[in-house]
């Protein structure tokens, strides 16, 4: 008993859960209560829609590549699958993984779409949202150097500015890297899982077929990539949507609960909040109350501010994740017979 309360995920589910109680014990609660009694009703009817409408954005990207490779599955089932897959990576301890194998698995099962398929859309859907991710929370560094002292106050440290530009370009050459080595017929994926079959003498068999299914998943990445950049190129852009849709959401979400941030000043806080679940903590337990009560402290607003707004993003969160992992429990239940 005592080993499972201390292997690796329950240690950081514990540290998330100490640093959380830290930030909110340094912020008075009767401040913060003060902020989210700001929302009633409607305001909570506003943010809901809001969410909703983010929420159907992000399948755009895999129907779009789905599509493209002949699989045509209703686009509600992917927004159904979509979500179950972010309950389970959700609730995961890391930086927002571990859902892509249910994607995978539901597209399969109940679709009949081809495992080196799937895992191809997969891939490749996961990869452009790296790429877009981290390109906006580069650009979002860049930002918040290029301004500090006029538009932003000094929110880094001189020391820290080198570290921060190199940070934002490694994050940045990840995706790039993988996508440029899929589109040239590399094998970035199922290369190191081949190797670790190798090493390792136990699971060889199941290793080696995963590498096989991944190496296979390649070339279908590398086909779809020489022929539909059309495809390709739109499914960047409806990713650019999405984010567009998530900083009205942030922009909203603060604007309620009386922030009202500056564009720049909510691109700074944004950045933070992004940066937040990179650390691998079960959705950034702890991570994301800090960063946002750092963010507005210094940017010249209220911690408690920042403290609402990471709470009212944690419930949000909390209910769609939990929702996701019903949904899953739900759709992984074998089809009775007709």
């Known amino acids: 008993m005592i080993r499972r309360v201390f292997r690796p995920h329950g240690f950081l589910i ?8 830290v930030v909110l014990h340094s912020t008075p609660l009767a401040e913060t209560w003060a902020v989210l009694r700001r929302l009633g009703p409607g305001q909570i009817g506003l943010l809901a829609g809001a969410n909703l409408l983010v929420l159907l954005t992000f399948s755009s990207r895999w129907w779009l590549i789905l599509r493209a490779q002949g699989q045509r599955i209703p686009y509600r089932w992917l927004v159904g699958y979509r979500l179950a897959a972010f309950g389970v990576s959700y609730f995961t301890p890391g930086p927002q993984f571990g859902g892509e194998p249910l994607q995978v698995y539901l597209t399969t099962r109940r679709d009949g779409v ?18 877009v991710n981290f390109a906006f929370l580069a650009a979002g560094l860049a930002a ?57 003498p136990r699971g060889r068999a199941g290793l080696t077929r995963l590498s096989g299914v991944l190496r296979e998943a390649e070339a279908q ?50 950045t933070a909040m992004r940066l937040a679940f990179l650390v691998p903590m079960p959705g950034g337990l702890g991570a994301l109350e800090v960063s946002q009560a750092v963010a507005f402290a210094a940017l010249g607003f209220s911690p408690a501010l920042g403290i609402a707004l990471s709470l009212l993003i944690r419930a949000r969160d909390v209910v769609l994740g939990a ?6 429990a739900v759709l992984t239940q074998p089809r009775r017979s007709q």
């Open 144 to 200: 918040v150097l290029a301004l500090q002292g006029r538009e932003l106050p000094a929110l880094l440290p001189a020391a820290a500015r080198s570290q921060a530009i190199v940070g934002a370009a490694l994050l940045l050459a990840l995706p790039i890297v993988v996508l440029s080595a899929l589109w040239a017929g590399r094998h970035p994926l199922s290369t190191p899982v081949a190797a670790l079959a190798g090493w390792l």
């Open 323 to 328: 929702t996701g992992l019903a949904l899953a």
């Open 221 to 270: 990445v590398a086909v779809f990539c020489r022929r539909s950049p059309g495809t390709l190129a739109a499914a960047l852009a409806v990713s650019m949507v999405s984010w567009a849709a998530l900083v009205g959401e942030y922009w909203l979400a603060s604007w309620l609960l009386g922030a009202q941030p500056a564009f720049w000043q909510m691109v700074a806080a944004l």
């Open 14 to 21: 514990l540290a998330g859960l100490a640093l959380l109680a």
């Open 114 to 131: 081809p495992p080196a398929v799937a895992v191809a859309a997969v891939a490749l859907d996961k990869t452009l949202e790296l790429l």
